[in-house]
């Protein structure tokens, strides 16, 4: 089965400072999600990549899949205490794109 | 109004007991999911259903069981409730004519004491 490790688990950042997360996949990639949740939460889709090489921005977060498709990582630029909360990355099994395997999570504090 | 709700958002309960968590959507998606999340395991699979009369197990069935009622309505039940199934439980939809992603619900914080 397809295991995704995040690193790292939880990071601190001061206001303003860039920061990146990655998401390792033992299995070649279809796709690769990302999510973030609120303490609390339900999960937040943020933005889904597909090709080898693809990058997506959604405000001041973009995340890119690697060529080999097995990697994929989150940079957040100039952070905000909006940005705090768990990042998680999800990869669809399969070709049907519906069942997804989650990774453990990020959990991100940014310090105003 | 939510897309995708779920009752209760909280509940405290006793090992041994049955209880039920429900999820309603309004999303028109026709597969529903439910998964666990505990700290330092993320999500995990628990049911699934691709439409009202296809129900599938997940990674972690074990001690659980799921209701599909109508398209809109997914539910799933803990027949006798332990301590470790204290988690976060998440509910989810998805369209079997897109590659989108699953929409989740809040979730429902479970105390099992």
């Known amino acids: 089965s397809q295991e995704l490790e995040q690193s790292p688990q939880s990071l601190i950042v001061q206001e303003g400072k860039n920061l990146t997360i990655n998401c390792t996949s033992s299995k070649t990639l279809y796709g690769l999600y990302w999510y973030k949740q609120k303490y609390g939460e339900g999960l937040i889709f943020l933005m889904m990549l597909q090709k080898g090489g693809e990058e997506k921005s959604h405000e001041k977060i973009t995340a890119k899949l690697d060529e080999k498709k097995q990697q994929s990582s989150l940079h957040i630029t100039a952070s905000q205490p909006s940005h705090a909360g768990i990042y998680l990355c999800g990869a669809p099994q399969g070709g049907g794109y519906q069942k997804v395997t989650f990774g453990t999570g990020t959990k991100l504090q940014v310090i105003p | 109004d939510a897309d995708v709700t779920q009752t209760p958002r909280n509940r405290i309960t006793k090992t041994g007991k049955r209880i039920m968590l429900e999820c309603s959507q309004t999303?028109?998606?026709?597969?529903m999911y439910w998964y666990r999340q505990d700290p330092g395991l993320g999500l995990r699979l628990i049911y699934y259903s691709f439409d009202v009369k296809d129900i599938n197990k997940g990674e972690i069935s074990d001690g659980y069981s799921v209701s599909r009622q109508a398209q809109a309505k997914f539910s799933l039940s803990l027949e006798s409730a332990i301590p470790n199934q204290t988690a976060l439980y998440f509910c989810?939809?998805?369209?079997?004519?897109?590659?989108?992603?699953?929409?989740f619900g809040p979730g429902t914080r479970l105390l099992v004491l």
């Open positions: 989810a939809t998805s369209d079997s004519d897109s590659q989108e992603t699953q929409y």
């Open positions: 999303k028109g998606h026709d597969r």
